[in-house]
């Protein structure tokens, strides 16, 4: 399986806001920790495809396992920068 993005990665994706990330958004509270989890895995996922295509495919269980994953650490890092903002 092709490696995956990392969770810094992801959560330094750009947002619509020059020069701020979307862990950025969150923390000031822009954008909740659903909304930047979910947008930026699906950029994610298709960075992925584009890169790697359907490769991955064979192991189809494992990397679902393995992007489920993914998606709920960078979740809790956005849940972080979300009780942050509301501590702010």
Aim: with cysteine; aromatic share 10%; charged share 25%.
């Amino acid at each position: 399986m092709n490696k995956l993005p990392t969770v810094k990665a992801i959560l330094n994706t750009p947002s619509i806001f020059e020069g701020f990330t979307f862990e950025d958004m969150v923390t000031v509270g822009r954008v909740t920790a659903e909304q930047a989890t979910s947008t930026c895995m699906i950029n994610a996922q298709k960075d992925y495809m584009k890169n790697h295509g359907w490769a991955d495919m064979k192991n189809l269980d494992g990397f679902l396992n393995n992007w489920a994953k993914l998606e709920s650490q960078v979740r809790r890092k956005f849940e972080e920068a979300e009780e942050i903002a509301s501590i702010l």
